[in-house]
T-cell receptor, first 112, second 116 residues
Framework: GDSVTQMEGPVTLSEEAFLTINCTYTATGYPSLFWYVQYPGEGLQLLLKATKADDKGSNKGFEATYRKETTSFHLEKGSVQVSDSAVFFC???????????FGSGTKLNVKP | EAQVTQNPRYLITVTGKKLTVTCSQNMNHEYMSWYRQDPGLGLRQIYYSMNVEVTDKGDVPEGYKVSRKEKRNFPLILESPSPNQTSLYFCASAPSRESGRADEQYFGPGTRLTVT
């Protein structure tokens, strides 16, 4: 069945460091891929998405590219800030838009 | 303000005492869903609804019921809660397929449930 696997955390970085959070998926067909962010005490917010192979989603300095050949959707940011500290979830949605599958989440701590 | 609301935000109850967590959205979304979030397991889908009177099971439906009598509301019912249902619950909604954004979910703030 469909599933998402993402790197375990927590990830601790200093401000202005480069961020990569790995995400790989298993799915039939061509799913849409997402990164959601959860700030402390809040619900999830859509950060970015990509709907087909080689698409790049981007938002707030974060980027992720839909790689069908490696079934990956790694999240990157060139220079993290303290305000980026949150839990990040990779997710997929099959082509029929009914069920959604989430990874286990990766907590990011950014220190000044 | 466009939003998904959940009530209550926090609930402590005892085993076997029926409870309902309400979810309401004001965006005229067709799709609604319930998730539970547990450490190390991420979010797991409990039930979802593609439209009024249409509901279907997610990955972890056991012990839960839902109903979708109106487009804006999607309550989650625990008929006989057990301690293994202690979790953080999220409701979400998404636009129709015709909008081209049917895969973009909007999440509520969460309900932390403790069953003793």
């Amino acid at each position: 069945g469909d599933s998402v696997t993402q790197m375990e955390g927590p990830v601790t970085l200093s401000e202005e460091a480069f961020l990569t959070i790995n995400c790989t998926y298993t799915a039939t067909g061509y799913p849409s891929l997402f990164w959601y962010v959860q700030y402390p005490g809040e619900g999830l917010q859509l950060l970015l998405k990509a709907t087909k192979a080689d698409d790049k989603g981007s938002n707030k300095g974060f980027e992720a590219t839909y790689r069908k050949e490696t079934t990956s959707f790694h999240l990157e940011k060139g220079s993290v800030q303290v305000s980026d500290s949150a839990v990040f979830f990779c997710a997929l949605c099959p082509y029929n838009f009914n069920k959604f599958y989430f990874g286990s989440g990766t907590k990011l701590n950014v220190k000044p | 303000e466009a939003q998904v609301t959940q009530n209550p935000r926090y609930l402590i109850t005892v085993t076997g005492k029926k409870l309902t967590v309400t979810c309401s959205q004001n965006m005229n979304h067709e799709y609604m869903s319930w998730y539970r979030q547990d450490p190390g397991l991420g979010l797991r889908q409990i039930y979802y609804s593609m439209n009024v009177e249409v509901t279907d099971k997610g990955d972890v439906p056991e012990g839960y019921k839902v109903s979708r009598k109106e487009k804006r509301n999607f309550p989650l019912i625990l008929e006989s809660p057990s301690p293994n249902q202690t979790s953080l619950y999220f409701c979400a909604s998404a636009p129709s397929r015709e909008s081209g954004r049917a895969d973009e979910q909007y999440f509520g703030p969460g309900t932390r449930l403790t069953v003793t």
